[in-house]
């Protein structure tokens, strides 16, 4: 019986030594595969929106209710989801001319609605804006004019690290459309787990900014590049 157990105590004991003497390997971080589909388009084409374009069989179309908790001026906002990969594309329209609501901030913190005009110039520049929002968590932020195969000039921004959003754009026809999107993700963002998402959504998103067409023909163009 002694004897068994001073057999015991030196097996535990030798079992250990050698594991302490051996080399460590360390496993590389990884996250889950995700099966990604074939790029398989359909057509976006309702009779009373000002606009046309393709958009992938497994995404959705979903009317837009609030956009950071700012009500849709109108019905042409909405959303391209993306369920599997619980992502979202907004899709957010202006009618350049026309009047909006806007929420002012007022000094005791609670918000005022306020008609405004949407202006060209100040379109672009809220575009720029939303974009850079995006700075302080942003590995860099690049803008790249552009002139779609359709003849629409606008201007898309690919944002890198951990931001909210990788890929947003803007397109218009200068003088009555402008119509902005951002891909979204409904989770925190972390570049490396969503990276093949990303990269996969953004050739949709591509798509669907080269067949993208206004319904009043008016495509003035500006000088870019194709995307």
Known sequence: MIYKRTLICFLTIFVFII???????????GYF??????????AFE???????FEYPTYGKIAQDSTY????????YW?????????????????????KAL??????????????GINQFQLLINDAFNLTNKNDV??????????????NINGVFFTVGGNAATAHQFFLTDTTSNFIRGALYFDASPNADS??????????????????????????????????
């Open 102 to 115: 806007y929420k002012l901030k007022q000094a005791d913190g609670t918000y005022k609605d306020s008609m």
């Open 68 to 75: 950071f908790d700012v009500n849709p001026e109108n019905k």
């Open 78 to 98: 909405i959303n391209v989801e993306f369920p599997d990969y619980n992502a979202r594309l907004f899709l957010s329209y202006k009618k350049i001319g026309g």
């Open 19 to 29: 594991a302490c003497n051996s080399d460590y390997t360390s496993k590389k971080k």
């Open 137 to 150: 968590i942003a590995s860099s932020i690049m803008d790249s004019a552009m002139v779609t195969p359709n």
């Open 33 to 42: 595969d995700i099966s990604l589909p074939n790029h398989i388009y359909q």
């Open 46 to 52: 309702r009779a009373d929106f000002p606009y046309d």
């Open 194 to 227: 969503i990276k093949p998402v990303q990269q996969f959504l953004r050739k949709d998103i591509e798509h669907l900014i080269n067949t993208f067409k206004w319904k009043n023909g008016n495509n003035n163009t500006i000088t870019g590049k194709k995307i």
